[in-house]
């Protein structure tokens, strides 16, 4: 595995001319837009990580003329802060991103889903929108975009129940086959974009994909703007180099007496002080859409699991099986143990049942709760037994 | 085409034929809980998980349409344990005192647990501790959550076929549940008890609220005399739940069970479906008339048909604009009731105070429609319980009777004779039929220009009919309506009946006649028939309905020498002031939430 260091990159709060960039990128064809996304090699920003330049590949293909380009601005990821700072100071570059993917997928609109506690940013984000349509109008280029309000539900970031509710249906997730690329809001193609991956898109245009891939690695190209909390002296946004290990970060971020990073909020992973040597963050070791959270030793690993848990039993939408009752049986399970009044061999049993979980649930909240809870459970066991 | 293999043996399937679909048509047989025929796919339940190769979860099989390539295994240690897992955890939610539910040994959760989850379960039991709501506002149904295990079949069912909703989902994560408008009792919101979400739900969660035990009361009082009416549709179904395949006619044996059961009397409802037609019938001729004739303008077209009390409370909850435009006729089980207790009771001097009157129906909303206050005119209530296709099956069993080897037997009379007119009331556009045999021939002194009175275009499972017919050599007293077109059109399931009346609204129907009914194919369709129901099972019963009617000596309702009977001793003439006090009804407006 490749192992980059720790770098700080000022690439998505770098101030640029948003009308340049456009200007160049509507001077390119959709292919060539297209083309140099997929040599970039830039995957989805929310956490996934679907290479961002096949969507947009896969949206452009369809035939009808009817297309959406969505902004994935539902950040609900525990821990993850970092689009709500984009939006706050380079919201021009959200929305040209979506006008640069608009000209390469063929879409005319383009709907912003804001989550509902960032209502507040809604004045300033007008501003900056009329300024956007006058530019866009400017330049003759047939595209406009609105912005759409999430209520809170952590479910709506999941990119088949954020169609639902901007539909106003309840926020569910849909079966897939079909994907958003064919069958997507308003049953039209849509490329759904998170917030950084629109403007890291725009800032390949500027700079090129032969600039971009010098950073990062193989499988984490670029950079990445990562939100740091928990037990660090530097709370905050940063934007860093994709390819470090947990303990170059840790070096950089921690206390000294981390004990535990969880990557990926939530739904992502723990990683134990034993294997911060060994684990790059990326996507070849642990993905994150950006939530970093530092825990040191006074913190109680049952406590946290218990947290995620409790989190996850609340916001599953509970349509399907796995996810709804599964979340409530991990949680009364561990607290069963804790108690005592479960055997800590019971926790086998609630393994087993995450690894179901994880290949039997309709969507990506319940397939990645067993994330949290297996590598919490299985490198903390101790903590969650006694 | 499509090529695929499941379990390594090629199949060959059209496009958007889902995996499940493949499967079943290469005899594998692959579990499912909240897919149903009738429905849209949810693919929330999961137990139909298949594996597919290079996929990184498994997938839902009722979800997922076949792709070229796909190699699909329905059978895996993945699978099994992923299945095994769900089912557990589906049991771990639900209230499992399946020895005390009314849907034992007739649930779909009870036979995948018997199938996947014997034995000790892992998983510890949700149910206890929460406080858990049993809704028994309704007079037709129960709705218990602590059995209802989120496969939204009832949601879907309530918006897809009846464009209700009274039901949808509430909330989410562990608090998510099936509920009504702002929490209310099922009986406050604008649900038609059309019992349409019984039919599909899996479980207990949904069930019948049972008069059981309330009529073998009555059967075991010496002092109670207990008449018994059955209605069209359970003679084609009840077979269902007592051995048969669908579509076998049980007329006879039924008869003579409920004999046996010890009612002391075996009335039809086929009879007051007759008496049905010469009531409305003659108020649409009426209306007509004074439309046409008279240049009223008050009187109100096109008229609807009144027989289906879902429907009924469907209008009166979502069109109430239109309430003129009802029928005043009661429904056939209703004008029976209301002569039960005082014709009846007067030719067998009988107090009425004494008779007990009970009707088997294939419905749930006709528990709700005889406990409606206006259903009181013998000054008795007039129907005083009402049992669905399903709980006769249970007194049957209960009886101990051999259903398959008794004897066929003759109904009772004074209101027990029928026509085929009015069996075929149990299919959708049999009312249509019998009123425009009866209506055509009044006017005309004719029969129907249709062969062997078949009226074929009101047949049939399309969700809306239109029939023009026109009406030629009219008699003197009809002479107004020489050369007139009648339109009519039918409709079943509330979906359909909305875009009825949608058009109408629009002014966009000219219609002068509207057959409607509440539940998909009719009552032959309704929410007290045998579980489970999809469209082959009820198009199966439709034939039987219709093949009934071909048996008949009488077919045409004017022609049932009870109805001649009944008139000339009692109500005197179609619309009279005695039938208005007793077979007439009027109707409220109800808020649409």
Redo the contacts between chains.
Sequence with gaps: MENKGLTKVDLIFEKIDSKEVMVKAFGMSSAEIIQSILDSGLKGRGGAGFPTGLKWKYTAAEKNPDKYIVCNADEGEPGTFKDREILDRVSNKVHGGMAIAGKAIGAKKGIVYLRGEYRYLLPKLMIELDSFHKMIKEIGFDFSVEYRMGSG?Y?CGEESALFESIEGK?G?PR?K?PYPTSVGVFDKPTSINNVETLVTAMMIIQHGAKNFIQYGTKDSRGSKVFSISGDTPTPGIFELELGMSVQQFVNEFGDGDTKAVQVGGASGFCVPRKKFAETIIGFEGVPTGGSMKLFNSSRSMYNVLHNYLDF???????????C??????LL??VE?VKKGEAKSTYLN?LV??AD?M?????CGLG?SVGNAFKSIVGNFKEEIIY | MINLFINEQKVSVTEGTTVLAAAKKLKINIPTLCNHDDLC?A?????C?VEQKGA???I?SC???ASDGMEIHTNTL?VR??RK??VE??L??HRSDCTKCYKNQNCELQSLANDYAFGDH???D?VEGRNYNIDRSSPSFIKDDSKC??C?RCVRTCSELQYISAI??A??????KISSFHDRPMSQVVCTNCGQCVNRCPTGALVEKTYIDQVWDAIYDPDKHVVVQTAPAVRVALGEDLGYDPGERVTGKMVNALRQLGFNSVLDTDFSADLTIMEEGTELLVRLKKAMVDGNKDISLPMFTSCSPGWIKFVEHKYPEFLPNLSTCKSPQQMFGALAKTFYARKRNIDPSKIVSVSIMPCTAKKFEADRPEMRSSGFKDVDFVLTTRELAVMIKQAGIDFRNIEEANYDSIMGASTGAAVIFGATGGVMEAALRTAYEIVTGREVPFGNLNITPVRGMDGVKEATIKLEGCTDAWKFLEGAELKVAIAHGLVNANKIMKMIREGKAPYHFVEIMACPGGCIGGGGQPIPTNLEIRKKRMKAIYSEDEHKVLRKSHENPDVIAIYKEFLDQPNSHKSHELLHTHYVERDNY
């Design positions: 539900a479910i309840r569910e079966n086959p996850f039993t609340e916001e599953s939408c509970g349509q399907c099986t796995p709804r009752v599964g979340c409530q049986q009364k399970g069963k049993e087993k049942l179901s994880k290949i039997a649930a309709k397939q | 796919v693919g929330n339940c999961r137990v998980l990184r979860t498994l839902a979800a997922t349409p993945k344990n992923a897992h769900i955890l589906l771990s939610e892992v998983f510890l949700l295990i989120r939204q949808a989902v909330n989410k994560g562990a608090h998510q």
